[in-house]
């Protein structure tokens, strides 16, 4: 589990908006963090929808919320870039297009991955005609 900061820190460094020390909470990124449980709490959601999660959800509220039931894979590698694209939509529309189309992609490569785990053998019922045992030819 992960935290919102963490991911918050992970899409600074993306945009280019640490500090010199590589600090990410400073007065220029006050509006980002800000916005930035809101849209972790849409991406949540997102994630819950296409993994076909039910129950309760409890939103996040600051920076320091715990981000449950989603793992660190999905927390860190995907959501940076979704966080990214939300952030800057407004003020650099070509990066944000960047950060989203990256995001869907990786959304959709964890999600393809993830739902093709655990999958059945396929039964071969039809025997002997994948070696070509049967052909005329």
Same mark, same amino acid.
Do not use: C, H
């Given at each position: 589990?992960?935290?919102?900061?963490?991911?918050?820190?992970?899409?600074?460094?993306?945009?280019?908006?640490?500090?010199?020390?590589?600090?990410?909470?400073?007065?220029?990124?006050?509006? +980002? !963090?800000? %916005?930035?449980?809101?849209?972790? @709490?849409?991406?949540? #959601?997102?994630?819950?929808?296409?993994? =076909? *999660?039910?129950?309760?959800?409890?939103?996040?509220?600051?920076?320091?919320?715990?981000?449950?039931?989603?793992?660190?894979?999905?927390?860190?590698?995907?959501?940076?870039?979704?966080?990214?694209?939300?952030?800057?939509?407004?003020?650099?529309?070509?990066?944000?297009?960047? +950060? !989203?189309? %990256?995001?869907?992609?990786?959304? @959709?490569?964890?999600? #393809?991955?993830?739902?093709?785990?655990? =999958? *059945?053998?396929?039964?071969?019922?039809?025997?002997?005609?994948?070696?070509?045992?049967?052909?005329?030819?």
């Amino acid at each position: 589990m992960r935290t919102v900061r963490e991911i918050f820190d992970a899409s600074m460094g993306l945009i280019d908006e640490l500090g010199s020390k590589g600090e990410s909470l400073r007065r220029e990124t006050e509006e +980002y !963090q800000r %916005r930035t449980p809101s849209i972790i @709490n849409m991406m949540i #959601s997102e994630y819950r929808l296409l993994s =076909g *999660e039910r129950g309760g959800f409890v939103p996040m509220e600051s920076l320091e919320d715990m981000v449950l039931r989603i793992d660190d894979a999905y927390a860190l590698g995907v959501m940076q870039y979704g966080l990214a694209a939300n952030l800057l939509v407004d003020e650099n529309p070509a990066a944000a297009g960047f +950060y !989203q189309q %990256r995001y869907e992609e990786l959304r @959709n490569i964890y999600f #393809s991955r993830r739902m093709s785990d655990g =999958g *059945e053998a396929i039964e071969d019922i039809y025997g002997g005609i994948e070696f070509g045992q049967f052909a005329r030819w």
